[in-house]
């Protein structure tokens, strides 16, 4: 059993950056891949930036050159750093963690970001 929690959320004004962190707790050691997803009001949930284990990354075509997500394995904590933000930004944003071998997903409760024009 993996538990995430998110933080770093809130309001801020375009151009402005936030760092998104997301600690993992339980059994760590199976987590592979890690994710970032988003979901604005009325839209379907989308994939932001995925980081392996071994830290190779990539990213949605909207957030390329903008975001940046990395991972602390000894601390078990996934980040997404956004610069640049953009109104259209705004949204729940999720961590998501897969496991190796059985590729159990786990998702975390969500924080709210909100990017004023």
């Known amino acids: 059993q993996v538990t995430l929690v998110e933080s770093g959320g809130g309001l801020v004004q375009a151009g402005n950056s936030l760092r998104l962190s997301c600690a993992a707790s339980?059994?760590?050691?199976?987590?592979?891949?890690m994710r970032w997803y988003r979901q604005a009001p009325g839209k379907q949930r989308e994939l932001v930036a995925i980081?392996?284990?071994?830290?190779?990354?990539n990213y949605a075509d909207s957030v390329k050159g903008r975001f940046t997500i990395s991972r602390d394995n000894t601390a078990n904590t996934v980040y997404l750093q956004m610069n640049s933000l953009k109104p259209e930004d705004t949204a729940v944003y999720y961590c998501?963690?897969?496991?190796?071998?059985?590729?159990?997903?786990?998702w975390g409760q969500g924080t709210q970001v909100t990017v004023s024009s």
């Open positions: 998501n963690a897969e496991t190796m071998i059985t590729r159990r997903q786990y």
């Open positions: 339980g059994s760590t050691l199976n987590i592979n891949a």
């Open positions: 980081i392996s284990r071994g830290g190779t990354s």
